[in-house]
Nanobody
Framework: QVQLLESGGGLVQPGGSLRLSCAAS????????MGWYRQAPGKERALVAT???????IYTDSVKGRFTISRDNAKNMVYLQMNSLRPEETALYYC??????????????WGQGTLVTVSS
């Protein structure tokens, strides 16, 4: 079994910054792609950013230049640095990972989410 635990959410003013962290633990042989999604009130969950084990990144257009995804493979962690936050980015932010639990056996795992509120 694999667990993802997010942290770093909270209340921030428009234009402010937050850094989210996500730690993977459990039965892990290796972790392929890790990423962040978000779900705003009344909306579907949507991609924010992903990063492969080799560091290749993908961002949704609206966060390019403001958000940075990174990871520490040795610690099984992924981070999301969010700058210049906007009120419409208020959402529950979820960490996700494609985990190889044993060689050849892959599992998609989700965290419980961490709430980010952007408001003055």
């Amino acid at each position: 079994q694999v667990q993802l635990l997010e942290s770093g959410g909270g209340l921030v003013q428009p234009g402010g910054s937050l850094r989210l962290s996500c730690a993977a633990s459990g039965s892990i042989f290796s972790i392929n792609t890790m990423g962040w999604y978000r779900q705003a009130p009344g909306k579907e969950r949507a991609l924010v950013a992903t990063i492969t084990s080799s560091g290749f990144t993908i961002y949704t257009d609206s966060v390019k230049g403001r958000f940075t995804i990174s990871r520490d493979n040795a610690k099984n962690m992924v981070y999301l640095q969010m700058n210049s936050l906007r009120p419409e980015e208020t959402a529950l932010y979820y960490c996700t990972a494609n985990v190889e639990t044993t060689p050849g056996r892959n599992l998609r795992v989700w965290g419980q989410g961490t709430l980010v509120t952007v408001s003055s």
